[in-house]
Structure formats: structure tokens, C-alpha cells
């Protein structure tokens, strides 16, 4: 049995027009959300053998406030190709994944994230379902779970949508994007 969960980094802000993409760090809302959404996790019971990052501002930011909501260090990877990647790129790095871990979590973007889920989704609650297919927010939590062995043996369809939970439905002063 392999689970993935994904965590779409929490909202940053446009502040400064002319800074990179990549340095954009986290606006007020995702400071907020983030270690909330950490907390959920811990309150879940999940647990991470790794966990996979894009190395941009906006999702170190959360990861570390992921880890203080959870109240533990995350055994963390940055991964240059978990920035802005594709559902395929994404699901290639998977399928590279030591077939040791059991359960990981991926800190990254949309679309990809968004894509990703829906291509492996294939069954799970319809609410679920149909909230993943309306929209993954920033700091929304997608978790799947896969009757298989290796990382390698991952298919689009056959995953088990387990959550899908945004920082609204957790606090909602935490509503938008």
C-alpha cells in the first residue's frame, strides 16, 4: 500500500511586480493557514516517510509552517522538478520514488497538483470527487491512497481519494483562494 498526499503551497502575494515567481513568499492568509492546515495533518494521524518540496519561497515558507502546526520536522527534500511541474512530470518523479517509503507528501503548485489528482482520482466520496474537480486551493490537502507495492506501479485511475480538505473548511476566516 503506497499514500500520497499533496499540499498545494499556502497564498502568496504579488506585492513586488517586478520579483520572480519563485521568490514570491507567503501573504498574510497563508501565514495563517499553513500551520493550520499542519495541525490537521498531525490530528489526521499522518506521517510521512519523505516529503518532496519545490525549492520556491512560497513552499519552503509552508512547509515550515506546516511543521510548526504539526509539531515535528519533516524528514524534507527539495526537489527542483516539483516546481511548476506538470500532472506528468509529477507522476514520473513518483514513479521513481524508493519503493522503502510508504507514504509521501509533495509541497507544490497548480495546475499540476490539481491535474495530478484528477488523473489518478479514480474513485473516492463523490463530494470529494467533486470538490477536487471544481478546484484545489492554496494550502489544500489532497490525499490518495494506492493498493500497490511500488511507486513504479501507480496508474491514473486506480488511486483512493481519501481527503481533500481546504483551509476554509478547517477555519473560515480562511475563505478565498
Known sequence: MKSLTL???????????????????LDERGRRAAPRM??????EG?????????PSVRTLE??????????AKLAEIEDERVYLASSDTL??????LPDEWGSILIVGHNPGFEDLGMLLAGQGPARLMALLAAFLPTAGVVSLAFDVDHWADIRPG???????????????????D
Open 7 to 25: 499540499l498545494r503551497h499556502a497564498k502568496a502575494g504579488w506585492n513586488n511586480p517586478s520579483q520572480r515567481d519563485f521568490d514570491r513568499p
Open 158 to 176: 486506480e488511486g483512493m481519494l481519501v481527503r481533500f480538505t481546504r483551509p476554509v473548511d478547517l477555519d473560515r476566516s480562511l475563505d478565498g
Open 91 to 96: 507522476l514520473d518523479l513518483i514513479h521513481d
Open 62 to 71: 509552508t512547509l515550515a509552517l506546516v511543521e510548526e502546526g504539526y509539531g
Open 46 to 54: 499522518l506521517a510521512f516517510d519523505r516529503v518532496l518540496v519545490s
Open 38 to 43: 499542519g495541525f490537521y495533518l498531525r490530528t
